[in-house]
């Protein structure tokens, strides 16, 4: 496992935008593909976006397609997902998790590294 820490989360208007970083430490030598996750107060935690190991593949929920960009960079063991057009929808904690394979997933039983999270709240 690695150990993952994000930020970036802060209090936005509605139709703001934000930067979320999920910074990896620990077995950073393997391969991991990454995810982000979020969950509301009352809802189950649901999938935002993930990327592959190799950054050849991107994967969105309809919910933040086309609105939300998830990027990595290897060499700083750091994933970011840039946030625009920001509903109080978007309204969560984010989670940002890690499997060591190549390949992302869109389940979060598909990953076993979680970070604490970072509060995102977008004010209408």
């Known amino acids: 496992q690695v150990q993952l820490v994000e930020s970036g989360g802060a209090l936005v208007q509605a139709g703001g935008s934000l930067r979320l970083s999920c910074a990896a430490s620990?077995?950073?030598?393997?391969?991991?593909?990454m995810g982000w996750f979020r969950q509301a107060p009352g809802k189950e935690r649901e999938f935002v976006a993930a990327?592959?190991?190799?950054?050849?593949?991107?994967y969105y929920s309809d919910s933040v397609k086309g609105r939300f960009t998830i990027s990595r960079d290897n060499a700083k063991n750091t994933v970011y997902l840039q946030m625009n057009s920001l509903t109080p929808e978007d309204t969560a904690v984010y989670y940002c998790?890690?499997?060591?394979?190549?390949?992302?997933?869109?389940?979060?039983?598909?990953?076993?590294?979680w970070g604490q999270g970072t509060q995102v709240t977008v004010s209408s």
């Open positions: 620990g077995r950073t030598g393997s391969r991991y593909a």
């Open positions: 998790a890690a499997r060591p394979v190549v390949l992302a997933g869109i389940s979060a039983t598909q990953y076993d590294s």
């Open positions: 990327i592959n190991w190799s950054d050849d593949g991107q």
